[in-house]
């Protein structure tokens, strides 16, 4: 059963200082734990911010998933602001920076992510980026389509991520110091 609580908090817009509602909402993942999610919208500057954090710390973990058929894309990822993600058979490695949001999606909303910033890649690159970018968007495509399979991993130092699948590997991970 899933909780859900919902609570409402005026602050100021980050951008333009307009006063705005943060929503704080928790809900529980199963086989994860309560997450809380926090969002808001200013309807002045059109300013967003939606961040996910689940309210547990666990052991660091790592999670793998063998991405092989479409049906792999609707499997539940949850991304804690301090995970990274790697998709080897791609060359893709996402670390969490200082401006990392959590989120919670599912493969294909990852694969679309990398797509996107791709993209970006091939409107402002150099030759051999821009040749490097259209092949990784036609091998993200393939993998979409079930035609190429590939290997999910989410690392997390804190334990606060995970893959809903029966399918899924989970191991003590050991971040590197």
């Known amino acids: 059963m899933h909780k859900f609580v919902e609570t409402r908090v005026p602050g100021p817009c980050p951008s333009c200082g307009t006063e705005i509602e943060y929503l704080y909402t928790t809900e529980n993942i199963p086989y994860f734990s309560d997450i809380l999610i926090i969002s808001a919208i200013c309807p002045s500057c059109g ?19 063998a991405v092989t058929s479409q049906d792999d894309l ?5 991304r804690s602001m301090s995970a990274s993600i ?4 791609l060359g893709v490695r996402i670390d969490p920076g200082p401006k990392c949001e959590g989120f919670v999606s599912n493969v294909e909303g990852i694969l679309d992510r990398v797509e996107h ?25 393939r993998v979409k389509a079930g035609l190429l399979p590939v290997t999910l991993i989410v690392e997390d130092p804190h334990g606060n991520s995970g893959i809903e699948s029966n399918r899924v590997i989970n191991e003590k991970y050991e971040p590197e110091e």
């Open 47 to 65: 300013y967003k911010f939606v961040d996910t954090q689940l309210l547990k710390h666990g052991e660091p973990a790592r999670h793998t998933l």
């Open 117 to 141: 910033v791709v993209k970006g890649a091939l409107l402002w690159g150099n030759d051999e980026e821009k040749e490097n970018s259209a092949q990784l968007l036609a091998d993200l495509a």
């Open 86 to 89: 790697e998709i080897p058979e």
């Open 74 to 78: 609707s499997v539940r990822v949850v």
